[in-house]
């Protein structure tokens, strides 16, 4: 995922401003991308419900409703062939088909998720990300998680309790800013710098003293 993400160095760019920052600050940091922070399956429901109902839907009117053409004593009626086994056999046909398009597809389902909940699965998998990666027992405390995730195109900046009494809303806003304004560039591994050069500037040398104190 990375690799596809990032050219060639970009991610060694990144391991070298974390180390450096790192080493300015005795704050531990970690830059963290995901492709998706939720599985959305209401959504690909929903667009498996809907792609059903368009193929029923061009099959209907594509289709003839009646079959007279059979011929002998016996053809004085007519069949229907769109009949309720086959109609019933399209929709859940057409339903796994779509479901497992939205699936390999993910943007198709986009337009069925409110932003609201792409925020929330977001801070989920962050919170989430930043307790399973080891900053929530980071010396004093000192750890920052930068969170990316690409389905929903949003950014998360986390970090302890000990690191927040150093840092305002703004400082936060202000590292989730520079790493936003590098992806709308089309300079991810530079927004990821930019935004671990302003955690840096921001807590420079604030940690260190204690590190020392400790070794």
């Not at 909940?117 to 405390?141: D, I, P, W």
Request: glycine share 8%; net charge negative.
């Amino acid at each position: 995922m990375a690799k596809a993400f990032f050219k060639t160095g970009d991610t060694k760019r990144i391991k070298q401003a974390i180390c450096e920052a790192e080493d300015r600050t005795g704050c531990e940091i970690a830059a963290v991308i995901a492709e998706s922070s939720g599985r959305y399956d209401r959504a690909e429901d929903v667009f498996g419900v809907l792609f059903s109902a368009v193929i029923l839907t061009c099959l209907w009117l594509g289709l003839p409703m009646l079959d007279n053409t059979s011929s002998g004593a016996w053809a004085s009626q007519d069949v229907a062939v769109l009949n309720l086994p086959l109609i019933l056999l399209i929709m859940i046909g057409g339903f796994a088909l779509g479901a497992f398009l939205a699936t390999m597809f993910p943007t198709l389902k986009t337009v069925f998720i409110a932003r609201q909940e792409m925020a929330e699965e977001v801070a989920k998998s962050a919170e989430s990300c930043f307790y399973t990666s080891g900053l929530r027992h980071a010396k004093h405390g000192a750890g920052v998680l930068i969170y990316l995730s690409r389905f929903e195109h949003m950014v998360q900046v986390i970090g302890d309790d000990v690191t927040s009494e150093y840092l305002t809303d703004k400082d936060w806003q202000d590292i989730r800013d520079a790493l936003i304004a590098g992806i709308k560039q089309r300079q991810p591994a530079n927004g990821f710098i930019d935004a671990i050069a302003i955690l840096s500037n921001k807590l420079e040398g604030v940690f260190l003293a204690d590190f020392k104190d400790e070794d």
